[in-house]
């Protein structure tokens, strides 16, 4: 089982910048997709941010003119980035690293990342 592990986090002030990788344990072979997602104190996990197949990218709206997500290469030690500007103390979560691989005649399997915490002070 693939391992994803985030790095990056910690605490901001308000405005200020943080950048998360994440780092898979392995290299993941047809990935569909990469991806940011946070929860919120007292929340349900959100999107933050997607990259997919084909260059598409998804923002969250509270996000979008912030935040830069990155598919890194294959061949480097991490899956993706997730660039934070302009942080506001409501993007205060915990953010978690997401891959969607294909495997070939069988469903697509999902790999999730144990969290960093991000805090940004008022």
């Known amino acids: 089982q693939v391992q994803l592990v985030e790095s990056g986090g910690g605490f901001v002030e308000s405005g200020g910048s943080l950048k998360l990788s994440c780092a898979a344990s392995e290299r993941i072979f047809g990935i569909r997709a990469v991806g940011w997602y946070r929860r919120i104190p007292g929340q349900q996990r959100e999107l933050v941010a997607r990259?997919?197949?084909?260059?598409?990218?998804?923002?969250a709206d509270s996000v979008k003119g912030r935040f830069t997500i990155s598919r890194d290469s294959a061949n480097a030690g991490n899956t993706t980035t997730l660039e934070m500007t302009a942080l506001r103390p409501e993007d205060t979560a915990v953010y978690f690293c997401?891959?969607?691989?294909?495997?070939?005649?069988?469903?697509?399997?999902?790999?999730w990342g144990q969290g960093t915490q991000v805090t940004v002070s008022s």
């Open positions: 990259a997919n197949l084909g260059a598409e990218l998804n923002y």
């Open positions: 997401y891959v969607l691989q294909q495997i070939p005649l069988g469903r697509p399997l999902e790999h």
